[in-house]
């Protein structure tokens, strides 16, 4: 029965952005294709996160299966440090998709039909249990096999496998109890409020910084694998006068476990007591964190935590804006209320402050180095339009009647778009300015670059609507047409590059012309891009 | 002479091969409720979907007060539509939806607020303003969606189902509004399988199945149609659908079902 309700509810989360309540007045070979739509993004989006864990999972083992360091204590620290990275990557990236998904899971509601059945609360718990699982089974399966199997080629040992089984099943529950905690948190704090109130949406503000966390983790493992591996590695180095304390706290209590169960280095009885009283203790929490997700899974599925507080009503007063500040406004408003939105809006904020953090590593912030953060902060932005075309989607069947123009959705979108762009260049700017560094190739080339970006965003929307206009706005979301997103953004990315190539090009060959080589071309795009708008009706 | 309020002619609508409204033609006057009747999946909802520009048809032409539907921002901005199944931002609250669909009909503050508070008042939805549609009750919704679709002060209403989910009071106050539009100019269009109200409400009807209209008129003028001097609107329309035999076959076979031990 977990089957029917998971396939249930992959379907529920491409349906309801893609045809926006209107698919029962569609053809029955529209249906067909939807479902299995449904049913590739869902195993593309397992695969995707597996991917990422089996790639993280080989490059914090690589110094070991090398042998780089095999003298000791570098060899047995290593090892710490690889596996209590491993784990912390998998707990980051577990939660991260979960985080996406929950908001499908919430929203579906489609545990309300076990209900009426002749089941006991107890069978529909155990139910909708299973068919949370299932959403992260191949990850799960995949994060366990990875972490084995480089144990396997450093020469581990049966104990230290059991020990490292042991510590990849603990990260698993971990990682499920974060991503229905904070699931729970959301919809039961901070989504059900009203729109009035400046506490609530400054409490949805901070929420969205929260759910970004794991996509801010997951850049940063992605981009900055060996130096994490590095720094967890050297931080067991320098605190091994500490060494009693650190083998207290997760994930380094498993590492030091599976490091001693492989090597038998040389360590006090207390601190392997120690090590196995904490793994032993984290085992327990862990059972009691799948317990508590089993309890609370149930009451998301069917709902119960979405239940609103309701505030005191004074007034009925609207204040009506222009049709492309109130798109915009309503765009936020739903983003703000929807993780999964949340996190792309705040992505090239947070990845600029990623970026900007490299900054300590150059001398200067010179023009190659300030294209390459544009390029990359840029590909982000480039996320946005597909999804904001998305929030169309999700009335769409009760939407498309209103007498919007074209042209003012994409006028809208771009805007938000762009602003999003400029918001990261200011995180930038911020930062180059504490730390000290030259910001003059930040602010020239990022300013002019916002004309491209803009020019970008306004091809992928001219896409978007005339694509999906017809048949209703929805794409799905980014898990749900990831290959659709793929398509769109190429061509988005062709915009944003040819005046960083050509800029780059012109330095080679000609210094003094690079400013308005790409001045020129970043004006040219965006004057190109506006005509077109201008003349949708 | 009354103005033509909306004109449909050979209207065709198809999902793949199966086709849902075919070569469909009828007209709506102003100061008209026009009652759209049918059994379920004989068209009625593809029509006024693609009246209000929700669905793209096949084929047909259709004008709103002269204006051709493919000029969708002028005709988009005579309409008021409440959809059958009520699917809104369920995340946004009632003000803010409210809010964003006065945005985009460019509507004045002043006037919107005027026109918004009476509204709500009359539906008694003050109290769930601030509340995410989402969690709001079916009936709430659907005032949500009446409140929304009558806020501009349109020329043309289209209300698929609209009663679905309303208490009695909000039933009679939507009746009496509606009433009240055609009697000021407006003309509306009403689908419903309530026959007792279509009978009560609308001054003509078009019966339509299997996507084709099978009779039109005032109820007078259908019990000509079916011969039938003293019958209802509910035994016309069986009748004009031909579900009248086959119903009293089903209905016997479930009774004798009943009596067995």
Redesign the interface.
Known sequence: MSSIMYKEISFQSIFSLRAGGALPRRGKDDVRTLISNAEVSTILSKLITTLFIAFFGFAVFLPLMAGTSSSYPTRELTAVGSVSTFLAVVLFLISFMGLQVSTSFVSSKAIDVLTPLSLSKSDISHIVFLCFIRIFDIPLAASAMVLLLAYYFIGGSFLGGLAAFAGIIVTEAFALMLTVGLARFFYSRVAGGGGKSRWKTLLRFVFMLVWILPSFGIYFVVNFAGQIAQSFTSLTQGVSSILQLLVLIYPFSYGYLVSFATFSFQASYLTVALSVAACSGYFALAAYCVKWVTRTVGRIGAGGISTALREVVKDTAVSPQAPWLGTIRKDLRIASRSPSYASLFLLPAIEAAVLAMSFSSFNEVGLSSTLGLLTGMSVVVLMLPPTLVSIEGLAASYTRSLPLKKKTLISAKTLLSTLTYAISLVVLFVVALYVGRSYFYILTFGAIHLFSVAAATMLELIILTNKFWKEGFAIGNIYARLSTYILIIIPGLAVVMIPIIAALATFLLAQSLTLAVFLGLAVTEFAVATAYVALEK | MQEVAVQVEGLVV?????V?VDNLSFTVNSGEIYGLLGPNGAGK??TL?VL?????ARAGKIEVFNTPISQ??????Q?G?V?E?????????P??F????????????SA??SR??KL?SAFEL???????I??LSMGNKQKV?IIAALLHEPRLLVLDEPLIGLDARSSKILKELVTFHAKRGGAVIFSTHIMEVAEKLCDRVGIINKGKIVGEGTVNELRKLVKSAEGSLEDIFLKVTEQEAGMQDVIRALEEEEKQP
């Open positions: 198809n999902y793949g091969p199966f849902a909802t593809s979907k209000v520009g929700v669905l793209e969708e921002v002028a005709a988009k901005s309409i539509y959809p199944e009520v699917v809104l931002l369920d995340s946004l609250t003000r803010e409210l809010e964003f669909i006065a945005s985009i009909r460019k509507l004045e503050a919107a607020n918004l508070e709500v003050k109290q769930f303003f601030d509340t995410p989402a969690a969606a």
